[in-house]
């Protein structure tokens, strides 16, 4: 994970508390055990980005959230999330195209200490923000982005969650597909 913009180092994932030594927390396994459920209830790729979604926001506390997902029936780029996202429009930012063309999540520990972060769209009351790379079938097929409350919140762990959720929203596209 790259760490941009002025920041603390990330917490040392073995000092976490509430995170066993020898596999996930009981919270990531209840979001991924929710994302999953929430994905797997359409067939249509946009209701199955807003359920996982809602149910990002509403476990782990997020700020904001949304995916920019290249649309391969139309050519270009879509995207969903709240209303933050839905006013930005989807043409992908520096920082999203080079995620994209990378495949490297980023995080940004304090968004008011990114410069690079201007062109997107920060919401009132954001902390942090964590960009995770989508993987398509031949090349990245996406991002998923997530601003945070509070400074720092996303450490290595939230890396590794965030990039399992991604995870399964592309197996869900795919499938909606």
């Known amino acids: 994970m790259e760490q941009h913009g002025k920041s603390r180092r990330p917490l040392d994932v073995s000092q976490e508390k509430g ?14 055990n929710a994302v999953a459920e929430a994905v797997g209830r359409s067939l249509n790729q946009e209701e199955v980005l807003r359920a996982a979604l809602e149910k990002i926001a509403e476990l782990e506390e997020v700020r904001s959230a949304y995916v920019l997902l290249k649309d391969l029936e139309e050519g270009g780029m879509k995207i969903v999330g709240d209303e933050a ?6 043409t992908p930012t520096a920082v999203e195209a080079e995620v994209l063309q990378e495949g490297v999540p980023r995080c940004y520990p304090d968004v008011s200490h990114a410069p690079e972060l201007t062109a997107i769209p920060i919401p009132a009351g954001a902390g942090s923000f964590l ?15 997530v601003f945070s409350r509070l400074p720092t919140r996303f450490d290595e762990a939230a890396v590794r969650l965030f ?8 197996r869900a596209l795919t499938n909606a597909a």
């Open 85 to 90: 996202a839905a006013d930005r429009g989807a």
């Open 163 to 170: 990039t399992a959720v991604g995870h399964h929203l592309t």
């Open 131 to 145: 960009i995770i790379p989508l993987p398509g079938t031949v090349r990245i097929a996406g991002v998923l982005g």
């Open 19 to 32: 995170k066993r030594a020898d596999g996930p927390s009981v919270r990531e396994l209840s979001l991924l």
